[in-house]
């Protein structure tokens, strides 16, 4: 299943903490041009370097279908950002 929401949690030293929700299918409709031209450049590149055009698409598409559930998290002087994909 492809991730539908991705939040962003920024806890600040001073102050309240900020959270940003995006959804991810709107994202994807919006650069869905520059989507196609990476998807067309990554098949010239597969066949360049001799790996399967098939193959590779079906590894892309395994990698974002597992990205649900992912949580990323960061901290530096005081700042941690949390990066949540649902």
Do not use: H, N
């Not at 959804?23 to 990476?38: D, E």
């Not at 960061?74 to 949540?84: F, I, K, L, P, S």
Request: contains cysteine; aromatic residues 6%.
């Amino acid at each position: 299943m492809m991730p539908q929401l991705v939040t962003v949690r920024v806890k600040r030293r001073t102050g309240r903490p900020i959270r940003i929700w995006v959804p991810v299918v709107p994202v994807v409709l919006v650069f869905a041009p520059i989507v196609v031209l990476a998807v067309l450049v990554a098949a010239v590149a597969c066949v360049i370097y001799r790996v399967s055009v098939l193959r590779a698409l079906g590894t892309g598409w395994r990698f974002v279908s597992a990205l649900p559930g992912t949580q990323f998290a960061m901290e530096q002087d005081g700042t941690a950002v949390v990066t949540t994909i649902r």
